[in-house]
């Protein structure tokens, strides 16, 4: 009689089986949260509405950021909510036990990404359905070589929260529910991203073509939907903005109709297909192309989403972060060649192949550790202020003044970063250099390196450029001072405390 398996084994293979892959991804966006914790000017608004939320609760008119930092468009609350009140209690134990704010913005990203590899996982599943086990595996290592998307999963864009609704969107279309694809993509285009039109316009006309939907129907199933989401997002922004507005549709106004958006940089209309897509997709990029002359069945998928990235490319301002939502189903489409090549790896051309493939996916996730290693340096200004609690630490009960210029806050500083009494913080815009000295700020967290009444402290580097050279490693970063902590000359305790000073 055969001996039976431990029931103990039998949950833990079952677990595996069932969230194995989730667990390595979750794993690798957890890893990025925690090495890199800090956000970028992209997330501010997010940010410091979800901070607000968990901390402040209703007192919205004297104690938000967003009523004295705006932005040059109001944004949705609605994704800052949602995150908050599945952290609340999570929060809610931290400050009890008077852990330092930094860790609640750990738990909203976390929060965060579980909703986004949540929305994965479903469009995993019916990737697995559609194209087989062997295209599910290489669909999850080609997405865990690279570093854009799970390292944005977990950053709370208005394009990630976006994407959430795109993958639920792509697996509906995947498992053929044109009703529920449609629903998703119109509520994330009214609500998160009012672009995600660019993409909404290409899958509903593939849906009309293959008649996988009436037009009627999908009038009326978009219409509903719309007017739905109208309701809620003016319902919430109303009262959060303090004003009647619908936030995508003054983005919409501002991005497209007066072009605005091209004051923050412009690229040719290649960029996408020369820079951004090879960046992101590394080796999935050639592979993708081979998927859609080595199985039929995706290119009813791809070419909508090729042609939302063509469509993007007409927007002079580019972004990686625009078209991040066009990876998942790049990605499948290079899985079905790297199963097909794994398939027949005993085979001659295709043995070479297969190691051709294997090479290219350590360089990838080389190319992601090198990234990776950049990002970490790219966040000087929460590396400064981190660096100024530690060193300016004292019992001093007299309060300490904080002013953190625009670049500091672009580069790494929000909410969660300020600790409490005697710490203050000031963001006031508009100070002259050559003003600072008539004001009562005990330090300065500032880009200029000299302030007339100050003294240079430290700096802090942070990421100036790749380099190539002959050697190995064959790419080098390099940094250089990002930050200056300058402190009052007028204080004489900072004055006769010992500090690294300034290159």
């Keep these: 009689m055969a001996p039976t398996k431990p029931a103990s084994n039998e949950k833990s293979s079952e677990f595996f089986r069932n969230y194995g892959w989730d667990v390595i991804l979750g794993t690798i966006a957890s890893f990025?949260?925690?090495?890199?914790?800090?956000?970028?000017?992209?997330?501010?608004?997010?940010?410091?509405?979800?901070?607000?939320?968990?901390?402040?609760h209703h007192h919205i008119n004297n104690q938000y950021d967003h009523l004295d930092f705006p932005g040059v468009v109001p944004r949705t609350f609605m994704g800052a909510l949602l995150a908050s009140i599945l952290a609340s209690p999570v929060v809610f134990l931290m400050h009890c036990l008077h852990m330092p704010k930094i860790y609640s913005l750990f738990a909203v990203r976390?929060?965060?990404?579980?909703?986004?590899?949540?929305?994965?996982?479903?469009?995993?599943?019916?990737?697995?359905?559609?194209?087989?086990?062997?295209?599910?595996?290489?669909?999850?290592?080609?997405?865990?070589?690279?570093?854009?998307?799970?390292?944005?999963?977990?950053?709370?864009?208005?394009?990630?929260?976006?994407?959430?609704?795109?993958?639920?969107?792509?697996?509906?279309?995947?498992?053929?529910?044109?009703?529920?694809?449609?629903?998703?993509?119109?509520?994330a285009t009214i609500v998160f991203?009012?672009?995600?039109?660019?993409?909404?316009?290409?899958?509903?006309?593939?849906?009309?073509?293959?008649?996988?939907?009436?037009?009627?129907?999908?009038?009326?199933?978009?219409?509903?939907?719309?007017?739905?989401?109208?309701?809620?997002?003016?319902?919430?922004?109303?009262?959060m903005w303090q004003r009647i507005v619908w936030p995508e549709l003054e983005v919409f106004w501002f991005n497209s109709i007066l072009n605005r958006s091209s004051e923050w940089g412009t690229h040719p209309f290649h960029w996408y297909f020369t820079s951004a897509l090879p960046r992101s997709l590394l080796v999935a990029y050639p592979l993708c192309m081979a998927g859609m002359l080595l199985d039929r069945r995706i290119l009813r998928y791809i070419v909508p989403v090729l042609s939302?990235?063509?469509?993007?490319?007409?927007?002079?301002?580019?972004?990686?972060?625009?078209?991040?939502?066009?990876?998942?189903?790049?990605?499948?489409?290079?899985?079905?060649?790297?199963?097909?090549?794994?398939?027949?790896?005993?085979?001659?051309?295709?043995?070479?192949?297969?190691?051709?493939?294997?090479?290219?996916?350590?360089?990838?996730?080389?190319?992601?550790?090198?990234?990776?290693?950049?990002?970490?340096?790219?966040?000087?200004?929460?590396?400064?202020?981190?660096?100024?609690?530690?060193?300016?630490?004292?019992?001093?009960?007299?309060?300490?003044?904080?002013?953190?210029?625009?670049?500091?806050?672009?580069n790494g500083v929000s909410r969660f970063s300020e600790n409490k009494y005697p710490w203050r913080y000031s963001k006031e815009e508009g100070i002259a250099l050559e003003e600072y000295r008539f004001r009562n700020f005990t330090y300065l967290l500032n880009e200029h390196s000299y302030i007339d009444g100050f003294k240079c402290l430290f700096a802090v580097n942070?990421?100036?450029?790749?380099?190539?050279?002959?050697?190995?490693?064959?790419?080098?970063?390099?940094?250089?001072?990002?930050?200056?902590?300058?402190?009052?000359?007028?204080?004489?305790?900072?004055?006769?405390?010992?500090?690294?000073?300034?290159?």
Excluded at 35 to 47: A, D, L, R
Excluded at 120 to 135: C, D, E, N, P, S
Excluded at 323 to 347: G, H
């Design 32 to 56: 990025y949260v925690i090495m890199i914790p800090y956000t970028k000017v992209e997330e501010s608004f997010n940010v410091q509405a979800m901070h607000d939320m968990l901390y402040h």
């Design 110 to 187: 976390l929060v965060l990404g579980c909703i986004i590899l949540s929305t994965l996982r479903f469009f995993r599943i019916q990737v697995r359905r559609k194209f087989g086990y062997h295209v599910e595996a290489f669909f999850v290592i080609l997405t865990a070589v690279q570093f854009h998307l799970l390292f944005y999963s977990t950053r709370p864009l208005p394009n990630i929260l976006a994407f959430g609704l795109v993958n639920l969107a792509y697996s509906f279309w995947f498992k053929g529910n044109a009703l529920a694809t449609l629903k998703c993509l119109t509520f």
């Design 193 to 239: 991203r009012c672009d995600t039109l660019l993409l909404f316009a290409p899958i509903g006309i593939e849906l009309l073509l293959s008649k996988s939907i009436s037009l009627w129907r999908a009038m009326k199933c978009c219409i509903a939907t719309a007017l739905l989401s109208i309701c809620f997002t003016v319902l919430l922004d109303t009262v």
């Design 308 to 410: 939302f990235v063509l469509l993007y490319s007409k927007l002079p301002h580019k972004e990686l972060r625009f078209v991040i939502s066009s990876v998942p189903v790049f990605n499948v489409s290079a899985a079905i060649t790297a199963s097909r090549i794994y398939i027949n790896r005993k085979k001659n051309v295709w043995r070479e192949l297969y190691v051709m493939m294997l090479g290219s996916l350590l360089i990838s996730l080389g190319c992601s550790i090198m990234t990776f290693m950049a990002s970490y340096d790219n966040y000087p200004g929460a590396y400064a202020l981190r660096a100024l609690h530690e060193k300016g630490a004292s019992n001093c009960t007299v309060e300490k003044w904080v002013h953190i210029d625009a670049f500091t806050a672009m």
């Design 462 to 503: 942070g990421f100036y450029k790749a380099r190539l050279q002959a050697g190995f490693p064959p790419i080098v970063l390099l940094k250089e001072p990002k930050v200056f902590v300058h402190g009052n000359a007028r204080d004489q305790d900072i004055i006769v405390s010992a500090w690294p000073g300034c290159p």
